[in-house]
């Protein structure tokens, strides 16, 4: 199924461990706007630490909160080094499960 995201794209000198600490900590805020359950059914994003991108759903407006959130705790740890484009793409998406790693 091809989704519309937001295709955030990093350079070398952003940790993607940090990325992905970054979104686990961008989803609690959009949590607490949206509520639990919205977030468990329109939280959608992936985090490619090979291609050294994430995706973030763009077809709801918990997604679009989630990826203004994200790109405002970005820039302010890592301005400049990072783009965003938005896009269409045939990737699955994950929620909020794949991202307990982070949080811990």
Known sequence: ?????????????????DVERI???????????????????DGRFAVNKRRRTCLIDAESQLGNDLARVFAGFLNAKA?????????????????????YGALA
């Open 1 to 17: 199924m091809v989704r519309t995201v937001y295709k955030f794209t990093f350079d070398d000198s952003v940790a993607m461990d």
């Open 23 to 41: 979104l686990a900590l961008s989803t609690m805020p959009v949590e607490s706007i949206h509520g639990e359950s919205a977030m468990m059914v």
């Open 79 to 99: 301005g400049g080094c990072f783009r965003v484009d938005f896009e269409e793409t045939g990737q699955q998406l994950g929620d909020m499960l794949d991202l």
